[in-house]
């Protein structure tokens, strides 16, 4: 009998309200089931959103196409996995059918039915297979075993603020094995924010559950690889994936436990397309499929700090705390070097490269941090002034020494070092500021002659952006670590993370002011992890902990991060930082969403959203929405438009508005509103120069 299907496809961002289109089918399909139909002259995958039997009424018959396929192997997307995609859709103001197919392996659409049957083949772990390496190798601590009992008593959601070593990885393992045990099907899913810079959590995972039964999600597999796993979650073979923000739309029938790692990383926003928080959306999906979830960090997000604050504004998740580390370790001692007191344009003073080669000589390893990667951020002439800009973006081009390139960090604009300056020839151009190659370099000078305990020179390694690119090369670098060859390790925020070094003792950061005085009111916030993340790597091997340090070179030693860093004591820093967001009614207190235009000049894109705004504003005045909307409308500040601080990328001039609400409602309604006159004002001709627009909710930097 012939079927109406509307079909989840993935057409343009914007084309159509919802994203749907409906096709006429004589096979039989369901709710849910991935198909195959005709969309241009091409041929689509698409996932059935809904089933009529007879022809919605605003569609003629004429226009409607029959589907090509079905694909019959594959068990329809469950409701869950429906409501999940359109609650993203809706809340991140994208189409269903682009949220959809961006949520499934690419490869699925080449895939014939008798290729998927064999693909198919279901391998399913048993239980005994997967508990049999479960037994934790250690006794749990005191503070592991209250945790995990507090989570099998109350529903959650948990956020598990947990110093760094505190062995919170464990309590995840252990959540999750209990629960795998208890049921023969259940699956879990455990995030974290970049499986390529944590291969040991990836190896103790496996090791831990047996490889069968643990499939990854990242960006970083083929085709093949994402598809495989893919299906092993779909069918339940998998029975936990672990994966970046991307897995958080894993198809997993099964799904009882959600775990998110880092949870403050802002690797869990999607920087493209829907712009989604795949922590936020965590919490959201563990509702919906009655599954538990933790969030878990050393420094927790402020928005989750807030949410799990023993109020009646906070409330919404249970805070449990781990403020001890595994075997009495000991946090770092912090010391803060005041750097007023240095000579000038010292890099690093010299209390510090006595206290590295001090750890050399006792076979320790030592760990400093430069947020810049390249050798200088700047090339100048002191003749004319001159600096190496990029020709296509509003910042300068990054002195990488090594291959002697000016390099674009923002459009990749590459070009060799000119021998002399290009607009008034002086021969002697310099480098102006530093980046993690001159350290690098700088280090292994200060550092001649200094002698391990074995008697070998002391090995200074990199390790940012560029000395990765390479496949593989991150895994080898981290070896060398983890094995001892390396005495001091240099490098950007890829070090900070995660990592579970066990032979470092001494951790500095070498130049953290920048983020004090930040236009960002996140920059703090974000200082504050990284250095606590930082100093987390210092003293991990208990024997060693007592001796442990965290050094801060700083021009504002009393400055009030420093002293909450300190004391470790992130509780007091975060409550400091919500009271200031609270008076300025900033997130998350408040809602926000930014609106960015892109056009061939910054006036296009300025205007673009000027007039859209303008347009909104008189939705109300010229009584065009109902009273409801217009006292929605009422609760939203929108401010005027503004160019980006990198205004201008590839020569794509770049502007943005900032919609701003303490209702999340209001906000949502206003944005719905603007959407529309965004397309109205698109149409009209004076707005040709525009390329593009889009929206970015819950923005995490304005
Ligand atoms: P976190 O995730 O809080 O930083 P981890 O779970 O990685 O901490 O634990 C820190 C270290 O302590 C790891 O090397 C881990 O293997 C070890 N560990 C965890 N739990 C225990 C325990 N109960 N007894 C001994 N060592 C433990
Ligand atoms: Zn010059
Ligand atoms: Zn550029």
Redesign the pocket.
């Known amino acids: 009998m012939q079927k109406w299907l509307d079909i989840a496809v993935s057409a343009p961002a914007h084309s159509q309200v919802g994203g749907l289109l409906t096709y006429a089918s004589e096979l039989s399909a369901e709710v849910g089931q991935l198909v195959r139909v005709p969309f241009g002259n091409r041929e689509v995958l698409g996932v059935v959103w809904a089933v009529h039997d007879s022809l919605p009424s605003k569609i003629s018959t004429h226009t409607v196409r029959n589907i090509a396929a079905v694909l019959e192997g594959v068990a329809p997307l469950n409701k869950h996995w429906r409501q999940l995609v359109q609650f993203t859709a809706q809340y991140y103001q994208r189409s269903i059918g682009e949220v959809a197919m961006a949520a499934l392996p690419p490869q699925l659409r080449d895939l014939t039915t008798i290729q998927l049957a064999r693909r198919l083949k279901k391998h399913s772990a048993t239980s005994e297979e997967l508990t049999a390496a479960l037994q ?1 190798p ?4 005191e503070q ?1 075993i209250q945790v995990l009992a507090q989570m099998a008593e109350a529903p959650g959601p948990f956020l598990i603020h ?10 995840y393992l252990q959540a999750v094995a209990r629960c795998l045990s208890e049921d023969p099907e259940s699956q879990a899913l455990l995030m974290v924010p970049e499986i390529n810079l944590t291969p040991q959590l990836e190896e103790r995972v496996k090791a831990r559950f047996g490889a069968v039964g643990v499939v990854s999600m990242h960006s970083g597999m083929t085709a093949p690889q994402r598809l495989k796993s893919w299906l092993a979650a779909h069918n339940g073979s998998a029975r936990i994936v672990l994966g970046t923000r991307m897995s958080i739309f894993a198809s997993m029938p099964k799904l009882k436990w959600i775990v998110v790692d880092e949870e403050h990383d802002a690797s869990y926003k999607q920087q493209e397309g829907a712009r989604y928080s795949a922590r936020d959306l965590a919490v959201y999906r563990a509702k919906l499929e009655g599954a538990k979830v933790i969030l878990g960090s ?1 420094t927790p997000s402020l928005e989750s700090w807030h949410h799990s604050r023993p109020t009646a504004e906070g409330g919404r998740y249970l805070r449990l705390q ?1 403020p001890s580390r ?2 009495a370790g000991q946090l770092p001692f912090v010391r803060r070097v005041d750097m007023n007191h240095q000579p000038r344009k010292t890099v690093l003073s010299s209390q510090l490269i006595s206290a590295i080669q001090e750890r050399v000589a006792k076979g320790e390893q030592s760990m400093l941090l430069l947020n810049r990667r390249g050798y200088a951020p700047v090339l100048h002439c002191a003749d004319c002034d001159w600096k190496s800009e990029c020709a296509h973006c509003s910042a300068f081009r990054v002195f990488h020494k090594i291959d002697r390139t000016l390099r674009c960090h923002h459009c990749g604009f590459t070009e060799r070092v000119p021998r002399a300056c290009p607009a008034c020839g002086n021969a002697d151009i310099a480098p102006m500021g530093r980046g993690t190659e001159q350290l690098e370099e700088h280090l292994a000078e200060l550092l001649t002659g200094v002698k391990r305990p074995d008697g070998q020179p002391v090995r200074v390694m990199r390790i940012d952006a560029d000395s990765t690119k390479l496949k593989g090369s991150l895994e080898a670098q981290l070896a060398d670590v983890h094995s001892g060859e390396v005495d001091v390790l240099v490098g950007t925020q890829m070090i900070a993370k995660g990592h ?1 070094f ?1 032979r470092i003792t001494l951790v500095a950061a070498v130049n953290p002011d920048g983020a004090l005085f930040s236009s960002d009111f996140r920059a703090p916030e974000r200082l504050f992890a990284l250095l606590m993340q930082a100093g ?1 790597r210092a003293g ?1 091997d208990a024997a060693q902990s007592a001796s442990s340090e965290m050094w801060v070179q700083t021009f504002h030693p009393s400055h009030a991060l420093f002293e909450a860093l300190k004391k470790h004591d992130y509780p007091a820093f975060a409550e400091q930082q919500l009271k200031e967001r609270l008076e300025a009614g900033l997130p998350p207190t408040s809602f926000q969403a930014l609106i960015r235009s892109d056009a061939k000049s910054q006036a296009v894109a300025l205007a673009f959203l000027n007039h859209a705004n303008l347009q909104l504003q008189s939705l109300s005045s010229l009584n065009q929405v109902d009273e409801n909307d217009s006292g929605l409308l009422s609760e939203v500040s929108v401010y005027p438009a503004v160019p980006m601080s990198i205004q201008r990328v590839a020569n794509v001039e770049r502007a943005q508005m900032l919609m701003e609400s303490p209702s999340r409602k209001a906000l949502h309604r206003a944005l719905d509103l603007m959407q529309q006159t965004l397309h109205a004002t698109r149409s009209e001709p004076e707005h040709k120069g525009l390329i593009r627009w889009l929206v970015d909710v819950d923005p995490l930097a304005i």
């Open positions: 934790s250690w006794p749990l601590s592991q947990g110093a760094t070593g505190s062995g919170k990885t464990e309590v050393a781990m595994i075997g579970d066990r987390g991990r």
